[in-house]
């Protein structure tokens, strides 16, 4: 089975640019998870999903930070304006339904904003 | 709320001894509890879980971890390091919303 795909695996923009990661879960997974891992904050959760629905937005850092969930295999989250300190590794991540399920982490999006 | 605390940043090992990371975990709800292995350039993948139950899980690659409520901890242990064990360690505790910890790096040392 084809775990999470994430694209683009790389991806170097310059400041202002409007950057969109993307994510495929896992087929009949319907939670999905966006997280930011940096050297000085660590693995920190941006947000996630039930079954296609926002639950909890907290950790998106400020308005420029944006993410959708269009259907259960797609999801996007968009930087408009990037800023040099959202250089970071992205990650998606599913889960197979709410609760202390186990999370499957895609690559990762390594993003550097000039 | 809920917190993980990874004392050690670093744990330095010579190959095939054995090796001890430790974690600690703040839950005002009940506790469930992950450790999750990063290889570099990599995403997480999963050792082992603690959800209730025998308050010792073993998980995949040899690992094991034990429970431990009045201390609070979640400590995890393998009695024999590889050189492929090299890594980044994640404890994590949640339901679903889940808080890592700042990361052990293992290095394992020929």
């Known amino acids: 089975d084809a775990g999470v795909i994430q694209s683009p695996r790389h991806e170097v923009t310059e400041m202002g640019q409007e950057v969109t990661l993307r994510c495929k879960p896992i087929s009949g997974h319907n939670s999905l998870f966006w997280y930011r891992q940096t050297m000085m904050r660590g693995l920190e959760l941006l947000i996630y999903f039930n079954n296609n629905v926002p639950i909890d937005d907290s950790g998106m850092p400020e308005d420029r930070f944006s993410a959708k969930m269009p259907n259960a295999s797609f999801s996007t989250l968009k930087i408009q304006p990037s800023e040099p300190r959202d250089s970071a590794v992205y990650f998606c991540?599913?889960?197979?339904?709410?609760?202390?399920?186990?999370?499957?982490f895609g690559p990762g999006t390594r993003l550097l904003v000039l | 709320a809920q917190s993980v605390t990874q004392l050690d940043s670093q744990v330095p090992v010579f190959e095939e001894a054995p090796v001890e990371l430790r974690c600690n975990y703040s839950s005002s709800v009940s506790v469930y509890l992950f450790w999750y292995v990063q290889y570099p350039n990599q995403g997480l993948q999963l050792l082992l879980k603690y959800l209730s139950g025998s308050t010792l899980v073993k998980g995949i690659n040899g690992f094991e971890a034990e429970f431990n409520k009045s201390q609070t901890s979640f400590h995890l242990r393998k009695p024999s390091v590889h050189i492929s064990d090299t890594a980044e360690y994640f404890c994590?505790?949640?339901?679903?919303?889940?808080?890592f910890g700042t990361g052990t790096k293992l290095q394992v040392i020929p």
């Open positions: 994590a505790v949640g339901y679903q919303k889940v808080t």
């Open positions: 991540a599913s889960s197979l339904s709410r609760g202390p399920e186990t999370q499957y």
